[in-house]
């Protein structure tokens, strides 16, 4: 089945302990993409990767970092969370940067920092 | 500044048609995506505009008219399964990079 996986899905974590949040795609798209989803603010770009070893910077990414060492996987870390930091993470992909109109959504991360 | 504007909630009834609109500010345009996002759920693609005109999808159609900066999605035939937050994106270039940039979301209500 072509999907978007994400893990963990729920994670409750404290200031300062650094995270990783995984994401991996079966579809070989070559675009993939991190998001957080806030209440009444939509989805906002926090990173985004064109393809293996090529990333860039979203609307929001200060306290993020991303890394795309295969194709199949991109990973977000937090290497010193903070509250602020709380929100719904979104892992996605499309094709390539051309079809990134259309893209797939892995299930979110819940991540909540205290 | 970019900014897409549209209702943050919109109620109709089960079997009736509703349209969510949208409007757009952005510094540049490619097309206007549609994607819905049930509660708990992740967004899914719904549509992608980028010509003016209606795009129809079975219950679902997508309007676009680039001069008004407006596009809307119109549901038909509503079913419960269709209560939902709806969002639209527009593709826009930057730094020669395309990304969305999302609107706030609709929440359609629908009652039987």
């Known amino acids: 089945e072509a999907q978007v996986t994400q893990n963990p899905r729920y994670l409750i974590t404290v200031t300062g302990k650094k995270l990783t949040v995984t994401c991996s795609q079966n579809?070989?798209?070559?675009?993939m993409s991190w998001y957080r989803q806030d209440p009444g603010l939509g989805l906002r770009q926090i990173y985004y990767?064109?393809?293996?070893?090529?990333?860039d910077k979203g609307d929001v990414p200060e306290g993020y970092k991303v890394s795309r060492k295969e194709k199949r996987n991109f990973p977000l870390i937090l290497e010193s969370p903070s509250p602020n930091q709380t929100s719904l993470y979104f892992c996605?992909?499309?094709?390539?940067?051309?079809?990134?109109?259309?893209?797939?959504f892995g299930p979110g991360t819940r991540l909540t920092v205290t | 500044g970019q900014s897409l504007e549209q209702p943050s909630e919109v109620t109709a009834v089960e079997g009736a048609i509703v349209q969510i609109n949208c409007t757009y500010q952005?510094?540049?345009?490619?097309?206007l995506s549609w994607y819905q996002q049930h509660d708990g759920g992740a967004p899914t693609f719904l549509s992608y505009?980028?010509l003016d005109g209606l795009e129809e999808t079975g219950r679902f159609s997508s309007f676009l008219s680039r001069s008004d900066s407006y596009g809307y999605l119109l549901l038909q035939e509503l079913q419960m399964k269709d209560s939902a937050s709806y969002f639209c994106a527009v593709r826009d270039s930057m730094d020669s990079n395309y990304q969305l940039i999302w609107g706030a979301g609709t929440k359609l209500i629908i009652k039987p």
């Open positions: 579809m070989n798209h070559e675009y």
């Open positions: 505009n980028a």
């Open positions: 952005t510094s540049g345009f490619y097309g």
């Open positions: 996605a992909s499309s094709l390539s940067e051309g079809s990134s109109y259309e893209q797939y």
């Open positions: 990767s064109m393809n293996v070893e090529v990333t």
